[in-house]
């Protein structure tokens, strides 16, 4: 079992930046989990904003937010982060972070078994 937990959330002006953490626990090497972060607006799907294939050491990113989000991860603290930069109200969501373990790299979010809760990120115009 593989619990996730976010923080790093809150709210910020357009133009501002913030970083997102992600703390996985468990028993199997976090080293070879593939990692993602999704999100969630009001009144709208949870979509795919970036994520990290451990096997290809390849980041992937969502077109909305390429160039402007940076995912990386610190597998000796079995950790995942997304520094968000000039944000805009669009970027407003609840951000989770996901786990996929022994499956081939997707983005679909039916691919990842773990979630985190969730952290709230309000961007203001």
């Known amino acids: 079992q593989v619990q996730l937990v976010e923080s790093g959330g809150g709210s910020v002006q357009a133009g501002g930046s913030l970083r997102l953490s992600c703390v996985a626990s468990?028993?199997?090497?976090?080293?070879?989990?593939?990692m993602a972060w999704f999100r969630q607006a009001p009144g709208k799907g949870r979509e795919f904003v970036a994520g990290?294939?451990?096997?290809?050491?390849?980041?992937y990113y969502a077109d909305s937010v390429e160039g402007r989000f940076i995912i990386s991860r610190d597998n000796t603290k079995r950790a995942m982060y997304l520094q968000m930069a000039s944000l805009n109200p669009e970027d407003t969501a609840v951000y989770y972070c996901a786990a996929a373990i022994g499956v081939s790299w997707s983005r679909r979010r039916d691919e990842f078994q773990y979630w985190g809760p969730g952290t709230q990120v309000t961007v203001s115009s």
């Open positions: 468990g028993r199997q090497t976090f080293g070879t989990y593939d």
């Open positions: 990290h294939n451990w096997s290809a050491d390849s980041a």
